[in-house]
């Protein structure tokens, strides 16, 4: 009797060991529901649930603030893994801070805009030198070069800029100093981190 017990135990603890461990997940946001084409993402309509790693897709947003309260791009199936490609982009003065606001300036050297990275921290200058009429603008978005699909949409000299998040004072000193009152806001603008 105690050998056959003892065989079977050892039975189980071959068996478990033989038994590979668990696949690793990660925690990723699904559709609770269908949701239509153009809908905007409120509580009800995604659930959190746990995939393995290696079926994760590219892009699939975990967390409910960076889904909540925007635009579905494509409609969705119930279940259906969400990314950051099925959702409309977020607008460059989505989250801005009070007391900030958004100017869209064009560089007066188009090159430079590529050295300007969303999130850096820049300078902003007249075109015709002087002092800093701003020193501490959040770049928020940059002017593409080539549209989804590959359409050149600039020359290499066509004009370029970038969205900054300026203080209202900083904005003013820039729109009276870029040196015209109409056309395009032109300055200079230089990165600093």
Known sequence: ?????????????ATSAAR??????????????????GAVLAD???????VPVEAAQPGAIASPSDALGRRVAAGLVTGEALTA???????AVDGLPPGRVALH??????ASVDLLPVGATAR???????????VGARVLAVDPLVAPGGV??????????????LTVAEADAVLRGHGALDGPVTVTVVGTG
């Open 44 to 50: 009800g309509d995604v659930r959190p649930a746990r």
């Open 152 to 165: 050149l949409l600039a020359g290499e000299s066509a004009p370029r800029g970038v969205v900054l998040s």
């Open 1 to 13: 009797m105690l050998s056959a017990g003892l065989a079977a135990c050892a039975v189980v603890l």
């Open 124 to 134: 902003v200058y007249p075109v015709a030198g002087g002092a800093p009429l701003a």
């Open 105 to 110: 300036v064009v560089a007066a050297d188009p």
């Open 85 to 91: 490609s099925r959702l409309v982009p977020r607008a």
């Open 20 to 37: 590979p461990a668990p696949a690793p997940t990660v925690m990723v946001l699904v559709a609770a529901r269908e949701v239509p084409a």
